[in-house]
C-alpha cells in the first residue's frame, strides 16, 4: 500500500460517523440530506435508518396548515433491530466512531435504545461527539409522538455535545416560549446547564428578527457572549 493511500485511509478513519436519522424516498430530509455532505467534507459515513418513509411527515401532521403531502408511508425501525445491526457492527469491530448524529426516531423504546448505543460508543471512545437534533415538530406542532420530548430531555440532550433544536423543540425541552431574543438566550442557557456545551438553534426567531434580516443563534458554553448570526 502506498504511503499517500494509507495516509488518506487513517484520515478517513479519524473522521467517522455513526448517523441514525430518518430517510425519504421522495424529498430530502435526515441520512438522504446529512450523508452525501459529511462524505464530500471528508468523514467517512455509517449510516442506520431509523424510519423510511414515502415523504417526509412534517407537513401530514401540521392539521391546521396547508399540506404539501396528504399521506406518508413506510416502515419504522425498531430498538429490536438497531440492537441486532449494532450487534454486528460491534462483533466486527467496526464502532471506532469519532462523531455520533441522530435524527428523527418513530417511538420512545428506539429512542431509548439510542442512548445506549451513544453510551457505549463514549465509553469506547470518551473523545467522539455526539450531536444531537432533538426531532419533535415545528411551528407549534408535533409530527413525532409526543412522549419522546421527556426521553430527550431527561435521558438524550445531558449526552450530546451538540444540540441543534428549532424554535419549537427548545421551547418544548426547557418548558418556556421562546419567541423573542432574551427568552431564546434564557432557553438555551437551560440547555446548557444539562451539560450541552454547544447549541445552534435552527430557526427564526419570531419576535426577535429586522427587516431584511434573518437573525439565528448559536450559543458556545462557558463563552461569555452568545454568538448571533445575522
Known sequence: ?????????????????LSIQSHVVHGYA???CSVFPLQMNGFEVDFINSVQFSNHAGNVFYKSLPTRYSHVKGQKLTDAELSELYEGLKLNDLLHYTHILTGYCGNITFLQRI???????????????????????DNGHYYCPPDLMPVYRDTIVPLADVLTPNA?????????????EESCLQAVNKIHALGVRIVVVTSGIEKAQKEGHLNCYTSIR???????LT
Open 1 to 17: 500500500m502506498s504511503s499517500d493511500l494509507d495516509a488518506a485511509l487513517q484520515k478517513s478513519r479519524d473522521k467517522r460517523v
Open 30 to 32: 435526515g441520512n438522504k
Open 168 to 180: 419549537f423543540e427548545l421551547g418544548e425541552l426547557t418548558g418556556m416560549q421562546v419567541d423573542t
Open 222 to 228: 462557558g463563552v461569555p457572549n452568545n454568538i448571533i
Open 115 to 137: 442512548a445506549d448505543v451513544v453510551k457505549d460508543i463514549k465509553q469506547r471512545n470518551p473523545q467522539a461527539i455526539f450531536v444531537c437534533d432533538p426531532v419533535m415538530g
